[in-house]
């Protein structure tokens, strides 16, 4: 029989430390002479990024990089595409010193010279023996330069600058006969999923590139993931109907290939996301979803024919070609934490190949993501993903109501999706009600939806976190005396504007959040250095002081924690160190976890396991919630013993 205990006193089979060690992710899946490969984020090994591979027809991956070798890019701080396995071996960017190295049956030699460049998002030029990529050039009192640059593949060092003078570049292709290159462009103040160019050149004999073209998008229309057909024709994502929706070149025209109210794309934070891919000359698999949740597909672009599969998953990405008429992804499902998957083309059929944190946790103990929608702000409507507590050992008295935590996702533009996340079980197994929030600006419901934070940010966010509160109240879902927010990076930001200048949050916690929008803008890295403009409106100078939680701390009344790394390039440490000292005069509870090595987001176990314990800790000791679980001191500055 279950044991009666209060919410958020339950003992959980999810311990801080073996979730934090089990916390491997997946990512960028490809495929080359009958081997698959794919990273690994390795939180044990310090956050480094293994390259794995698996032989067609073998039992067992093995590691295609041996240690210490780590493959992570900074360009852009946030990287992505960092490495491409090609039949002349892997080609990688270290993640220490950020050049450009080849792995051969386990020999690695560098492709690239020492200094200030940086590289990412690699295509073979196989007929001209180099890479064509995204290189970064950093130097002394100026911002970085963006370019297409080329490598040579003999080890010389050499390289050319293929095209520049614009501020950002991304998803260099190379046409099948390599005739052709496309790429995106765009420049300050956009984002990519604001506004890029898709462009197109003739490779000349030299290497070169002759008469660059825009042959779709511009300022307003976002262009995702350009690719070619086997025979040869440009293909894209593209939000010009307000959604992404596919595209392909014809006549000099964009033509759509299944109009639909679905994202088929995604914000590109990082280099080598892919929604889609040819598994032959006319059959694409791509990957959609609406209102939160993913489904996979194959489009028949001779006959327009789409085919949902019917797969246990409900998040897709990194979709990319794996063999004939077969896809590889990475896929999550409600009750799947995040693999790598093959799928069939033809049938729909799916393997696993690789689900590094099955096992950590039974199905029993697992709470399913409810999609909620609710109302909000000038009659407008926001959605979620509500999780009840969840754990068969346990049931509160009658009558309690959980602590419920409030999450609020980063981006702003990413999206919270009801895949099966650890982080989310262990707050429900302990018996905390979790509700996250697709705030307005979230990816997945549409261009509209995701514009309608430009101007705004710090307000409806925020408001929309609120108003997720209320609602969970409202149907008896949660105690509205122990109501939590918590986010990272933006969504740390929407956490602090939710506890300074509103009163319906009881306890937050921010990872690495913005409280000061001035600072920000004068210390973040190139990549976002303009996004302020959009997100704040023309005005920023007055809602810089409006809308930074620093400059109104008087007006917040509840315990904060804080979280931060010192090697942050995105939000400075600064920001939290000085959120903590207001705090700390206006003799308000806070407690300030600053970790040395650590960056935007945290890579090492023991990091994140004391994030979990720390947290965990605070919000039972705010909330005096009495437990039998034994977690390491934490020290909070002005809590009432």
Same mark, same amino acid.
């Given at each position: 029989?279950?044991?009666?205990?209060?919410?958020?006193?339950?003992?959980?089979?999810?311990?801080?430390?073996?979730?934090?060690?089990? !916390?491997?992710?997946?990512?960028?899946?490809?495929?080359?002479?009958?081997?698959?490969?794919?990273?690994?984020?390795?939180?044990?090994?310090?956050?480094?990024?293994?390259?794995?591979?698996?032989?067609?027809?073998?039992?067992?991956?093995?590691?295609?990089?041996?240690?210490?070798?780590?493959?992570?890019?900074?360009?852009?701080?946030?990287?992505?595409?960092?490495?491409?396995?090609?039949?002349?071996?892997?080609?990688?960017?270290? +993640?220490?010193?950020?050049?450009?190295?080849?792995?051969?049956?386990?020999?690695?030699?560098?492709?690239?010279?020492? *200094?200030?460049?940086?590289? +990412?998002?690699?295509? @073979?030029?196989?007929?001209?023996?180099?890479?064509?990529?995204?290189?970064?050039?950093?130097?002394?009192?100026?911002?970085?330069?963006?370019?297409?640059?080329?490598? !040579?593949?003999?080890?010389?060092? +050499?390289?050319?600058?293929?095209?520049?003078?614009?501020? /950002?570049?991304?998803?260099?292709?190379? !046409?099948?006969?390599?005739?052709?290159?496309?790429? @995106?462009?765009? =420049?300050?103040?956009?984002?990519?999923?604001d506004g890029c160019d898709l462009m197109q050149a003739a490779v000349t004999a030299e290497g070169g590139l002759a008469e660059p073209a825009r042959v779709a998008g511009g300022r307003g229309e976002s262009?995702?993931?350009?690719?070619? !057909?086997?025979?040869?024709?440009?293909?894209?994502?593209?939000?010009?109907?307000?959604?992404?929706?596919?595209?392909?070149?014809?006549?000099?025209?964009?033509?759509?290939?299944?109009?639909?109210?679905?994202?088929?794309?995604?914000?590109?934070?990082? $280099?080598?996301?892919?929604?889609?891919?040819?598994? *032959?000359?006319?059959?694409?698999?791509?990957?959609?979803?609406?209102?939160?949740?993913?489904?996979?597909?194959?489009?028949?672009?001779?006959?327009?024919? $789409?085919?949902?599969?019917?797969?246990?998953?409900?998040?897709?990405?990194?979709?990319?070609?794996?063999?004939?008429?077969?896809?590889?992804?990475?896929?999550?499902?409600?009750?799947?934490?995040?693999?790598?998957?093959?799928?069939?083309?033809?049938?729909?059929?799916?393997?696993?190949?690789?689900?590094?944190?099955?096992?950590?946790? =039974?199905?029993?103990?697992?709470?399913?993501?409810?999609?909620?929608? /609710?109302?909000?702000?000038?009659?407008?409507?926001?959605?979620? $993903?509500?999780?009840?507590?969840?754990?068969?050992? /346990?049931?509160?008295?009658?009558?309690?109501?959980?602590?419920?935590?409030?999450?609020?996702?980063?981006?702003?533009?990413?999206?919270?999706?009801?895949?099966?996340?650890?982080?989310?079980?262990?707050?429900?197994?302990?018996?905390?009600?979790?509700?996250?929030?697709?705030?307005?600006?979230?990816?997945?419901?549409?261009?509209?939806?995701?514009?309608?934070?430009?101007?705004?940010?710090?307000?409806?966010?925020?408001?929309?976190?609120?108003?997720?509160?209320?609602?969970?109240?409202?149907?008896?879902?949660?105690?509205?005396?122990? @109501?939590?927010?918590?986010?990272?990076?933006?969504?740390?930001?929407?956490?602090?504007?939710a506890l300074t200048f509103r009163d319906v949050f009881k306890a937050g916690a921010s990872y690495y959040g913005i409280g000061d929008l001035k600072a920000l803008a004068a210390d973040t890295h190139k990549?976002?250095?303009?996004?302020?403009?959009?997100?704040?409106?023309?005005?920023?100078?007055?809602?810089?002081?409006?809308?930074?939680?620093?400059?109104?701390?008087?007006?917040?009344?509840?315990?904060?924690?804080?979280?931060?790394?010192?090697?942050?390039?995105?939000?400075?440490?600064?920001?939290?160190?000085?959120?903590?000292?207001?705090?700390?005069?206006?003799?308000?509870?806070?407690?300030? @976890?600053?970790?040395?090595?650590?960056?935007?987001?945290?890579?090492?176990?023991?990091?994140?396991?004391?994030?979990?314990?720390?947290?965990?800790?605070?919000?039972?000791?705010? /909330?005096?919630?009495?437990?039998?679980?034994?977690?390491?001191?934490?020290?909070?500055?002005?809590?009432?013993?």
């Open positions: 029989m279950p044991s009666t205990a209060p919410y958020g006193a339950w003992t959980s089979p999810l311990a801080p430390a073996a979730l934090a060690g089990g !916390s491997i992710g997946v990512s960028e899946p490809q495929w080359c002479e009958g081997a698959l490969t794919w990273l690994e984020s390795r939180p044990q090994e310090g956050g480094r990024i293994a390259v794995m591979r698996q032989r067609d027809g073998a039992a067992e991956a093995e590691e295609a990089l041996p240690a210490p070798w780590s493959a992570r890019s900074a360009v852009h701080e946030y990287g992505g595409g960092a490495y491409l396995a090609t039949p002349r071996g892997l080609i990688f960017v270290h +993640a220490a010193d950020q050049r450009l190295y080849l792995c051969r049956d386990g020999a690695v030699t560098p492709l690239s010279g020492e *200094g200030p460049w940086r590289y +990412a998002d690699f295509a @073979l030029d196989a007929g001209r023996n180099r890479v064509i990529c995204v290189g970064e050039r950093h130097g002394e009192g100026h911002e970085p330069e963006n370019c297409l640059v080329a490598v !040579s593949l003999d080890g010389s060092g +050499a390289m050319a600058v293929l095209d520049r003078g614009r501020d /950002f570049y991304a998803a260099p292709r190379l !046409s099948p006969d390599g005739t052709k290159l496309a790429w @995106l462009a765009w =420049d300050h103040p956009d984002m990519p999923w262009i995702f993931q350009p690719d070619w !057909s086997p025979t040869g024709v440009l293909t894209f994502v593209s939000d010009r109907s307000g959604w992404w929706n596919l595209y392909r070149l014809e006549g000099g025209q964009p033509q759509p290939l299944h109009p639909m109210e679905a994202e088929f794309g995604l914000p590109a934070w990082v $280099f080598g996301r892919s929604s889609w891919a040819y598994v *032959g000359p006319s059959q694409i698999v791509c990957a959609y979803g609406a209102l939160g949740v993913w489904r996979l597909a194959r489009l028949d672009t001779a006959t327009a024919q $789409f085919t949902p599969f019917d797969l246990p998953y409900s998040g897709f990405d990194y979709v990319v070609p794996a063999g004939p008429g077969r896809i590889a992804c990475i896929a999550a499902g409600p009750r799947r934490t995040g693999a790598v998957v093959t799928v069939d083309a033809a049938g729909g059929g799916a393997a696993e190949i690789r689900r590094p944190m099955s096992g950590l946790l =039974d199905e029993r103990y697992i709470a399913l993501g409810e999609p909620v929608a /609710f109302p909000t702000g000038e009659g407008e409507i926001a959605y979620a $993903f509500y999780y009840a507590p969840t754990n068969p050992d /346990f049931v509160a008295p009658a009558g309690d109501k959980p602590p419920l935590i409030v999450m609020s996702h980063g981006g702003p533009t990413a999206a919270a999706g009801g895949e099966l996340s650890l982080k989310k079980q262990f707050w429900t197994s302990r018996g905390f009600a979790v509700l996250d929030v697709n705030y307005r600006g979230s990816t997945g419901y549409g261009t509209a939806y995701r514009r309608r934070l430009d101007g705004q940010w710090g307000v409806y966010d925020m408001e929309d976190c609120c108003a997720a509160a209320r609602w969970a109240v409202a149907q008896g879902r949660a105690d509205p005396e122990r @109501l939590i927010i918590t986010g990272g990076s933006a969504g740390g930001y929407t956490t602090l504007c990549f976002e250095s303009r996004y302020l403009d959009r997100l704040l409106g023309p005005d920023a100078e007055r809602v810089y002081a409006e809308r930074s939680p620093i400059h109104h701390v008087d007006r917040l009344s509840c315990p904060v924690i804080l979280f931060q790394g010192r090697e942050d390039k995105a939000v400075p440490p600064n920001q939290a160190e000085a959120m903590a000292a207001a705090l700390r005069a206006k003799g308000m509870p806070v407690a300030l @976890l600053m970790f040395d090595g650590e960056g935007h987001g945290f890579r090492r176990a023991e990091t994140i396991a004391r994030c979990y314990e720390a947290e965990l800790a605070f919000y039972r000791r705010v /909330f005096r919630i009495p437990a039998a679980e034994t977690l390491p001191p934490l020290l909070i500055e002005n809590l009432p013993a």
